[in-house]
Nanobody, 120 residues
Framework: VQLQASGGGLVQPGGSLRLSCAAS????????MGWYRQAPGKQRELVAG???????NFADSVKGRFTISRDNAKNTVSLQMNSLKPEDTAVYYC???????????????WGQGTQVTVSS
């Protein structure tokens, strides 16, 4: 399973960005799709995730500002980030929990990371 993320960049405080991630390759099923982030000197943290049944969860720090959506037919997940703050600055990683084939357990896959910088 390969993950291709896009959409990072530099934005002013209060602005918006949209991150997208597409999963490709040998995919039997995808259980979970989400986004983590890691700021310098900090641990990687879950920002938002969504299950195959579209049940979503968010970090407290982004609730009300970020939304997540997935397209099960296209194996894509998107993170819409509004009202961005300087503390949202981090490298954002797409994460997918998927089964490459029907006879293996679910595995964790990571995208290459995309930088989001919120600064005036």
């Amino acid at each position: 399973v390969q993950l291709q993320a896009s959409g990072g960049g530099l934005v002013q405080p209060g602005g918006s960005l949209r991150l997208s991630c597409a999963a490709s390759g040998s995919i039997f099923s995808i259980d979970f799709m989400g986004w983590y982030r890691q700021a310098p000197g900090k641990q990687r943290e879950l920002v938002a995730g969504i299950t195959i049944g579209s049940s979503a969860n968010f970090a407290d720090s982004v609730k009300g500002r970020f939304t997540i959506s997935r397209d099960n037919a296209k194996n894509t997940v998107s993170l819409q980030m509004n009202s961005l703050k300087p503390e949202d600055t981090a490298v954002y990683y797409c994460n997918v929990v998927a089964r490459p084939s029907g006879n293996v357990p679910s595995l964790n896959f990571w995208g290459q990371g995309t930088q989001v910088t919120v600064s005036s």
